[in-house]
């Protein structure tokens, strides 16, 4: 079948649509040309415009950061003056999301920069950059007051609502140790005290709804223990032979869903979180690598230069490798991966079968942003270098279907989805939220 050419016109909108960027492995040239057809039928008029999609604007200022979550955006505003050692009150107003309801004002008294802000309660937590050696802390403010309930040295990794616990971490690298607490959420006491081995490293492992439900430390001799967050109980213990690289090299634990892995150059061993019982082991290289637990029944091993290689999560076989994929998540039967090619980072936003790493198409300069959502799609973001303007989108893995639902415009780049709303900051620091819709299903 030969090329097939459609003269478009012109498109008199104030920017046109991003090209169709998803593309199979094989050519599909009648599909691409019916959707040629669609986007004639609506540069033409037969299809009725929706109106543009008018966001809610939340003002701020140059220098306020911003942290979004599932329900909630935060902006703290920007220190009077640059880094300061002194303490400053920064002030953290709280909007609901989608709505960009204003909740509450809370003054934090705070030092240096903002890491991260959450809401247990009715109080608002904030974590912040004590000085420039690494130290940190962080304070729990009684939402929409200055009344600071507690303080702890330390930063705050989660917090579990239901079991009233704040998992934090303290890096003291000028005293040479690493404490994790888990710290009654009312009142800021420890509930207990972990003291990481000097010779070992501690993780997090066993999420449910963003909480860590262990810690799992290993040392270099051997021993591995893994420790209730809620409690600070400790569940399961085991000591291990361990080779002469761990003592040289350093030792490697990384969580993988309902399984650790602990190992070092050449050599790993999977073991159950739940008792530390052995379950596969292979010669896998875990050093230099970063771990990504939930790839469709595997586990992805990414090099940080790139490349990933994928193993079974039940019997550590190996499934297949590749040096183009940087990074991956699961969207139902498939795994959705960015590339490493080209001058525009992660690119390109493809679509591969976990089991074989099979190509199936890919989105092109498309950028993925948030979660997957409940019908398997996800939001896609497209932007060109030195523009102002972001298109959304729904991204289908499964048939590879694009479909643009407006575009954000006045922007800095700086956008964040959730399932409901894309936030961007605006080129005047102001913040604006879009509700992703979708103009043919939800009108």
């Given at each position: 079948m030969g090329d097939v050419v459609i003269d478009l016109g012109e498109l008199h909108d104030?920017?046109?649509?991003?090209?169709?960027?998803?593309?199979?492995?094989?050519?599909?040239?009648?599909?691409?040309?019916?959707?040629?057809?669609?986007?004639?039928?609506?540069?033409?008029?037969?299809?009725?415009?929706?109106p543009p999609v008018t966001p809610t604007v939340v003002a701020a200022r140059l220098g306020d950061a911003m942290f979004v979550e599932k329900d909630r955006l935060y902006l703290v505003s920007a220190p009077e003056v640059g880094w300061v050692t002194a303490t400053q009150n920064r002030v953290v107003s709280t909007y609901a999301l989608p709505a960009g309801t204003l909740l509450s004002r809370t003054t934090a008294a705070v030092t240096g920069g903002v890491l991260g802000v959450t809401s247990a309660g009715d109080a608002i937590l904030v974590s912040y950059q004590v000085d420039t050696l690494g130290a940190e802390a962080t304070?729990?403010?009684?939402?929409?007051?200055?009344?600071?309930?507690?303080?702890a040295p330390a930063r705050l990794l989660s917090v579990s609502r239901a079991d009233n616990v704040a998992l934090l971490r303290e890096n003291s690298p000028q005293f040479g140790h690493l404490d994790w607490y888990g710290?009654?959420?009312?009142?800021?006491?420890?509930?207990?005290?972990?003291?990481?081995?000097?010779?070992?490293?501690?993780?997090?492992?066993g999420y449910d709804d963003g909480f860590p439900g262990r810690l799992v430390t290993a040392t270099v001799a051997g021993h591995l223990e893994v420790r209730d967050t809620v409690t600070g109980r400790v569940t399961a213990t085991l000591d291990v032979?361990?080779?002469?690289?761990?003592?040289?090299?350093?030792?490697?634990?990384?969580?993988?869903?309902?399984?650790?892995?602990?190992?070092?150059?050449?050599?790993?061993?999977?073991?159950?979180?739940?008792?530390?019982?052995?379950?596969?082991?292979?010669?896998?290289?875990?050093?230099?690598?970063?771990?990504?637990?939930?790839?469709?029944?595997?586990?992805?091993?990414?090099?940080?230069?790139?490349?990933?290689?994928v193993v079974d999560t039940l019997t550590g076989a190996f499934r297949w490798s590749s040096e183009r994929w940087t990074w991956a998540e699961p969207t139902g039967r498939y795994l959705l991966?960015?590339?490493?090619?080209?001058?525009?980072?992660?690119?390109?936003?493809?679509?591969?079968?976990?089991?074989?790493?099979?190509?199936?198409?890919?989105?092109?300069?498309?950028?993925?942003?948030?979660?997957?959502?409940?019908?398997?799609?996800?939001?896609?973001?497209?932007?060109?270098?030195?523009?102002?303007?972001?298109?959304?989108?729904?991204?289908?893995?499964?048939?590879?279907?694009?479909?643009?639902?407006?575009?954000?415009?006045?922007?800095?780049?700086?956008?964040?989805?959730?399932?409901?709303?894309?936030?961007?900051r605006g080129l005047d620091a102001s913040v604006a939220i879009w509700p992703l819709t979708d103009p043919v299903t939800d009108r």
């Open positions: 104030e920017q046109p649509l991003p090209p169709a960027p998803a593309h199979r492995p094989a050519p599909f040239r009648a599909a691409l040309a019916g959707a040629a057809v669609a986007l004639l039928l609506l540069v033409s008029g037969s299809v009725p415009r929706l304070v729990a403010v009684e939402a929409g007051t200055d009344h600071a309930r507690w303080r710290v009654d959420l009312t009142t800021g006491r420890n509930r207990w005290v972990l003291r990481q081995p000097v010779l070992g490293y501690t993780t997090e492992a032979p361990a080779p002469p690289t761990w003592s040289r090299r350093g030792i490697t634990v990384w969580p993988a869903g309902d399984l650790v892995l602990v190992g070092g150059l050449g050599d790993v061993t999977a073991y159950d979180l739940r008792d530390l019982r052995e379950r596969w082991r292979n010669d896998l290289d875990l050093s230099g690598r970063w771990v990504q637990p939930d790839c469709a029944g595997g586990i992805c091993l990414f090099g940080y230069r790139g490349g990933v290689q991966v960015t590339g490493n090619e080209g001058l525009e980072a992660r690119y390109p936003l493809a679509v591969v079968d976990p089991v074989t790493g099979e190509l199936h198409g890919d989105f092109g300069t498309w950028r993925s942003v948030g979660e997957v959502r409940p019908d398997g799609t996800v939001i896609g973001l497209r932007q060109r270098i030195g523009d102002d303007v972001v298109w959304y989108a729904l991204l289908d893995p499964r048939t590879l279907a694009v479909r643009v639902l407006g575009k954000a415009t006045g922007v800095s780049g700086d956008c964040q989805g959730t399932g409901d709303v894309l936030v961007c």
